[in-house]
C-alpha cells in the first residue's frame, strides 16, 4: 500500500526491557555463547596431555636390618641385588661443578644407609652451604625430576638441583660429632610435585620461622640443594631407596595449590564467562534505567506568589451579573 505525502510510517513499538519477555530473550542469546567460547578456550588452547609416566619401583631387596631410629638403618654394605636401576653407561652430567672433591664423592655409594666414608663428602657438603649463606643468597640449582635423580645418582652427585613438593612429615633428628658445629638436622619427606607416589628425603639445616613440624604436615614447598646419593631406608613393607638432598632450608612460596586437573586456560575460561554474566547485567540495567519514565519536577518549590492576584469568585460572579442586567435595560439601537 502506498502512502500519500501526508502520511506518516507507523511508529515502533519500543522494547520493553522491563518484561521477562524481553529479559529472557537476552539470556537465551547470551548464556549459549558462554558455553561455546568455553568449549573454544577447552578444545583449541588446552595443554596436550602427557603420557603417564612408567612406574618406578623403589624396593630394594636386602638382609635384615636393624632399626635404630625412626626411618633410618644404621648397617652398612653394598647392594645386594634388588629393583634399583642400572644409571645409563653415557649419563647426562651438568656443567654446574660439585660442592665437594671428586675424590671425597667417590667413596660415596648408593643404595645404603649413612656409612662412614660417605661423612667427608657429606660435611665438605655442608661447610659449603654455610659459606655460601654467609656470603649471601645460594645459586639456584638446575630443576629435575624424581625420575632423573632415581636413575641417575652418579650424574647428579654433589651437584645443585631443584625440586618441588609437598612436605608430608618433619622432624628434628641428630647430627654427628664434627667440627662445623652442626648439632641437629631437620628431616623431610618430600612427596615431589611431579612423580611417583614416592618420597624424596632433604636434610635441612634449619627451618623458616613458624614452620610447622610433626610426623603429619602438608607443606608446600621448594628446595634449592644438592644430591648426595640414592638413599636407602626401612619402610613398613620393605627397604626402599629415595634420592637424598642437602638444603639450608626450604623455600616456602606464598600460596601453592595442588592443582590437579586445573590449568590456566580453565582459569582464563572462568574469568571470560564472569565477565560475560557482568557485561550482561549492566547492559540490562542501563537499559532499564533509560526506558524509566522521567518525572519533571519544579525547580523551585518555594516559589512566591504574592505578586499574583486572586479573585473571589463570588465576587466575580455578581459582576457577570451586574453586567447581563445592563445589558437588558438598554434598548436596541433602530
Request: proline share 10%; hydrophobic share 45%.
Amino acid at each position: 500500500m502506498d502512502l500519500s505525502p501526508t502520511e506518516s510510517p507507523p511508529r515502533r513499538r519500543p522494547r520493553n526491557w522491563h518484561s521477562r519477555t524481553e529479559q529472557f530473550r537476552l539470556f537465551w542469546i547470551l548464556v549459549p555463547l558462554v558455553f561455546v567460547a568455553a568449549w573454544v578456550e577447552r578444545t583449541w588452547w588446552s595443554p596436550t596431555p602427557t603420557a603417564p609416566q612408567a612406574p618406578i619401583d623403589t624396593i630394594l631387596s636386602r638382609g635384615p636390618l636393624t632399626r635404630t631410629i625412626e626411618d633410618g638403618v644404621t648397617i652398612e654394605g653394598e647392594a645386594g641385588g634388588g629393583a634399583a636401576p642400572a644409571e645409563p653407561a653415557t649419563p647426562v652430567r651438568d656443567a654446574a661443578e660439585t660442592l665437594a672433591d671428586a675424590t671425597d664423592l667417590a667413596l660415596v655409594r648408593d643404595d645404603t644407609v649413612f656409612r662412614s666414608a660417605d661423612q667427608q663428602a657429606w660435611f665438605a657438603i655442608w661447610k659449603r652451604l654455610q659459606e655460601e649463606v654467609a656470603a649471601g643468597s645460594p645459586p639456584r640449582g638446575r630443576e629435575v625430576t624424581f625420575a632423573q635423580l632415581f636413575a641417575q645418582p652418579r650424574s647428579f652427585r654433589g651437584r645443585r638441583v631443584r625440586v618441588a613438593g609437598t612436605i608430608r612429615r618433619l622432624q628434628e633428628v641428630a647430627a654427628p660429632a664434627n667440627a662445623l658445629g652442626i648439632a641437629t638436622y631437620w628431616q623431610a619427606w618430600l612427596e615431589p610435585a611431579e612423580g611417583p607416589a614416592a618420597p624424596i628425603v632433604v636434610y635441612f639445616l634449619d627451618l623458616p620461622p613458624g614452620m610447622p613440624a610433626g610426623m603429619r604436615v602438608e607443606i608446600p614447598a621448594v628446595v634449592d640443594g644438592v644430591f648426595f646419593k640414592r638413599w636407602a631406608y626401612q619402610a613398613s613393607d620393605a627397604i626402599r631407596l629415595a634420592p637424598l638432598l642437602m638444603a639450608t632450608e626450604p623455600q616456602l612460596p606464598p600460596r601453592i595449590t595442588s592443582g590437579r586437573g586445573q590449568t590456566p586456560i580453565v582459569g582464563w575460561a572462568l574469568v571470560s564467562i564472569g565477565g560475560l554474566l557482568a557485561t550482561t547485567w549492566l547492559v540490562l540495567r542501563c537499559a532499564a534505567t533509560s526506558q524509566a519514565p522521567q518525572r519533571h519536577l519544579p525547580q523551585r518549590l518555594d516559589a512566591d506568589f504574592r505578586a499574583v492576584t486572586t479573585t473571589d469568585p463570588r465576587e466575580a460572579l455578581g459582576r457577570l451579573a451586574t453586567i447581563e442586567d445592563g445589558a437588558g435595560d438598554r434598548e436596541p439601537h433602530r
